[in-house]
Structure formats: C-alpha cells, structure tokens
C-alpha cells in the first residue's frame, strides 16, 4: 500500500474547471482508493492505493473524472517521498522565507535537457527559475500574478509536447502535501 498526493491541473482556478472536492473524493473511493482526503480547494488529493504505478493511478483518476463528472483534467501522482525530494532540491532556499512567491511546477515527463539549457537564466528578472526531477522552480520578486515567468518557462520547455501535463502548487501547499502524503 502507499499513500500519494495527486494534483489536478486547472481545477477551481479564475472560476474555471469547477470541482467541489466533496465529489473529487467520491470519485477517487469510487476506484477504490482508500484514506481520502483532499487539501484547499484546488484539486489536491491525498490517497492510499494498492496500485505502485503512479502513472497508472494518474490515467484511472483522469478518466473517472471525464466519465462521471464531465470534467478533462491532467492528473500528475507523487509519492511523499518525491515531495520530499522536490523540497530538498529548492535551488532557491532563501526564497521559503515568502512561501506565497516560490511556486513548483510539476510535470508529467522530465524536461529535454537541451531545452532546458537552451532557455535564458534572466529569461523575466527579477524573476527567476531551476529545473529539478520533474519539476520546474519559480521564484518571483514580487508576485506571480503580475509575473510571465511561468508562461515563458514553460512554453519553451514544453513546446512540442501536449502530451506532458503541469501544474503549479505554492511552497506552502507542497510542504503540507508533503506532510499530509508522510502521514506527519
């Protein structure tokens, strides 16, 4: 048995993709998941399956959504343990102090490397960025509201690619699904 956190790209953001989490976690017990819970309102769920394949887990969400709510959303599964490594590779540690303005964005596939490397470091300074296991750091001076840091990171990253899913969580929510996925 092991305990993930699954993401829900686009879910209840500017009154778009509208998800009463009530109905997330009916549908996640519906495939059997067991210990459901779910955190905010932004499509972020805790759960223990049997299932060791998190792609696999990710594909079953996605597809029960559509099927019994009508709603297509990227599904993205870690287990607390990648969390964990995600908060340990922060190339930014200085930026937890303001947890609201450093954000992850997670993704489906491990980026190119030559993409990567081929993106700018001063690509929206002050803002800036790091590239991780699947995950993408932004780190804003002022906020992310008023920033393209993230439009212009992950467009070059991701050209070419529909297939890989992203969403983006703030440091405080990844450190409480970190904490929420280790049962802490």
Not at 9 to 19: A, M, P
Not at 26 to 34: A, C, I, Q
Not at 57 to 83: K, M, P, Q
Not at 104 to 130: H, K, T, Y
Request: glycine content about 10%; proline content about 5%; charged content about 25%.
């Amino acid at each position: 048995m092991g305990r993930y956190a699954a993401l829900l790209r686009g879910v209840n953001v500017g009154g778009n993709g509208k998800l009463a989490m009530g109905d997330l976690r009916r549908v996640l017990e519906s495939l059997g998941y067991t210990d459901v819970s779910t955190y905010l309102q932004s499509g972020n769920a805790l759960l223990t399956s049997e299932d060791d394949d998190q792609d696999r887990i990710a594909g079953r969400i996605r597809e029960a959504l559509r099927r019994e709510l009508d709603l297509d959303r990227g599904v993205i599964v870690r287990t607390g343990a990648e969390l964990a490594a995600v908060i340990g590779g922060n190339p930014f540690p200085a930026a937890v102090t303001q947890p609201k303005l450093l954000h992850v964005a997670f993704l489906s596939e491990q980026p190119e490397p030559e993409r990567a490397a081929a993106i700018e470091p001063d690509i929206c300074p002050p803002d800036e960025f790091g590239i991780g296991d699947r995950a993408v750091y932004l780190r804003y001076a002022v906020s992310p509201g008023r920033s393209r840091l993230a439009e212009l990171v992950m467009r070059e990253l991701l050209r070419g690619r529909p297939e890989v899913v992203a969403t983006a969580r703030n440091w405080n929510t990844v450190e409480a699904l970190r904490a929420m996925a280790d049962g802490v």
